[in-house]
Structure formats: structure tokens, C-alpha cells
């Protein structure tokens, strides 16, 4: 993203903050039907994605549903975009959780939570209002370009009383201390972006995945706990969480890593199996998509 984007993307932030979220809503799927049109890339990469995770879509019902994929897209970064100016209490009765009970498992054995996840809803408000209500949280995210982007996204989340670390050294060492202090992790394993993944089935082919989540497991003891966020027809928004995954210290560690990641791997498609018009991954996983 060049300087000129930023700027573009700025000056639109600046009126979506400021709109009624019906409107800002309205003018984020215009937005998503322009993009849908002329994405070179974005629109092929996703709908690729989208092949592998849902073989039996038949084309037009991957046109359909790739549409509605850019479009719930368009609304979680409207959701973002009025971040700055929304008062996280008035966004609480918004949303619905499944499997809190497993929070409260996790919570209560007091060596932090990792909450794992894929690239999917608006996982900002929901991070916002679980800073607000139940502890400190803190974001793994890849740092952007250009650089003023990425300190937005971190002075904003930090406003709302969320952390960003980025994916390097001082990162990890960072969020080791946040889970010594029983607080809440957030990271996604859907894609390798650091480049240091180890190979394993996605969906039934070979996709590099993150084996840091399954590493604070075996190491700290650290709970980990898959959930997904998504976007419901009335534009409030669910968080749906699975059984907690937790590290065997008897295990062969390398043993262990795999196995717990392949739990976590399964969690991850069987969301995305269920929403697939919310998992907006334009990028490329696996060897021979576009």
C-alpha cells in the first residue's frame, strides 16, 4: 500500500467514524461491489481459497458467495473505521457468545489464554469488548505497510485497550509476559506469515502453518482456545468457541506440537466449513493457487 492509499484511506476513515452505522454499513457494501469488480488478484486468491475449503460450491454458487465474502469484509473494516469514535459499552448488547464456558475453564487455571483463530468477522469490536469486561487483551499482527497504516491499527486498538505486537522476537518475549499475567492472546493460524510454518493438511492438502500457539502450549502450560468470530444477519456479532486444546507434559514435545496443531487445524475448518462468506483470505496458502 503506497502513500496515496493511505491518504485515500484516511480521508475515508475520517467520514465513516463519523456516520450512522447503517450508513457507514450502506456505503461499505458499495464499496465491496467495486472491489469485487476490479480485484486482479484478491477476488481469484479468495475464490481459490474458497474451492478448497467448499469442493462441492458449483462456480456460480462460488461467484455468490465470494460476493458476499467482500461484502461482510467491507463491514468488519467499517467496524474498524468507527472504532475511534464508539463507545464499547453501547456495542456490548451487540454481542452473542457461544462456549463461554470454556473461557472461564481457561481463565481459571491461571497461566493466561491463547485464543486461536482464523482471519475471519469483526474480531476488533470483539476484542474491544472483552478488554472492557474481561481482561487485558493482546493482538499478534503483521506489521503493514506503509508504516503510518500499521501505527493506526496499534493507536487505535490501543485505545480500546488492546496491545498489537508484531510477529518477531520482542513480540513473543511481550506476550510470554502477558500470559504470565493471566491475560488474553489473540492469533490466527490460517496463514504462515511469518514464513516459518511447518507443512501440514489444510483442508486435505499441504499448507504451512504456525506452530507457535502449540510451542506456548507445551512450554507455559497456556491454555489454548479455538474461536471464531462472525457477523450475523442483524449485523450484531457472534464468538464461538470450541473445547479448550491443552498440552500433554508428558508427551514427546514434537509429538505433541504436531498433534495439537492439527486439533487446532481442525477447529479452524470446521468454522470456516460453517461461514465460509466470512473467511476473507485473499492471499496464497496453498503451492498452485493463483
Excluded at 176 to 194: G, K, P, S, Y
Excluded at 241 to 265: F, M, N, Q, W
Amino acid at each position: 500500500m503506497g502513500e496515496w492509499t493511505w491518504r485515500a484511506f484516511k480521508i475515508v476513515q475520517s467520514i465513516v467514524e463519523r456516520l450512522p452505522r447503517p450508513w457507514a454499513y450502506a456505503l461499505a457494501v458499495v464499496a465491496a461491489r467495486i472491489a469485487w469488480w476490479f480485484s486482479p488478484l484478491a477476488r481469484p486468491r479468495l475464490e481459490y481459497n474458497l474451492k478448497v475449503a467448499c469442493p462441492e460450491l458449483t462456480e456460480a454458487e462460488l461467484k455468490r458467495l465470494s460476493r458476499l465474502n467482500f461484502r461482510n469484509h467491507a463491514k468488519a473494516y467499517a467496524d474498524l473505521m468507527m472504532l475511534p469514535h464508539t463507545r464499547v459499552g453501547e456495542l456490548r448488547p451487540l454481542l452473542h457468545v457461544k462456549g463461554l464456558e470454556y473461557l472461564e475453564q481457561a481463565r481459571e487455571i491461571g497461566k493466561g489464554v491463547m485464543v486461536v483463530s482464523c482471519h475471519m468477522g469483526s474480531y476488533e469490536v470483539v476484542a474491544a469488548i472483552w478488554s472492557a469486561t474481561l481482561a487485558p487483551v493482546t493482538f499478534f499482527a503483521e506489521e503493514l505497510e506503509p508504516r503510518a497504516l500499521y501505527e493506526w491499527y496499534r493507536d487505535t486498538r490501543a485505545r480500546l485497550g488492546i496491545s498489537v505486537l508484531p510477529l518477531d522476537l520482542a513480540g513473543l518475549r511481550k506476550v510470554t509476559q502477558a500470559l504470565r499475567d493471566n491475560e488474553m492472546v489473540i492469533t490466527a493460524i490460517d496463514r504462515d506469515i511469518t514464513g516459518t510454518g511447518r507443512t501440514m493438511p489444510f483442508f486435505g492438502k499441504p499448507a504451512p502453518i504456525p506452530m507457535g500457539p502449540a510451542a506456548m502450549a507445551i512450554r507455559m502450560g497456556t491454555p489454548l482456545f479455538p474461536v471464531c468470530v462472525y457477523r450475523l444477519p442483524d449485523d450484531s456479532y457472534m464468538v464461538e468457541g470450541s473445547p479448550l486444546v491443552v498440552a500433554d507434559p508428558a508427551a514427546d514435545e514434537k509429538a505433541e506440537e504436531r498433534r495439537i496443531t492439527l486439533e487446532l487445524v481442525r477447529n479452524i475448518e470446521g468454522f470456516i466449513r460453517a461461514h465460509p462468506d466470512q473467511w476473507h483470505v485473499p492471499h496464497r496458502i496453498w503451492d498452485g493457487g493463483p
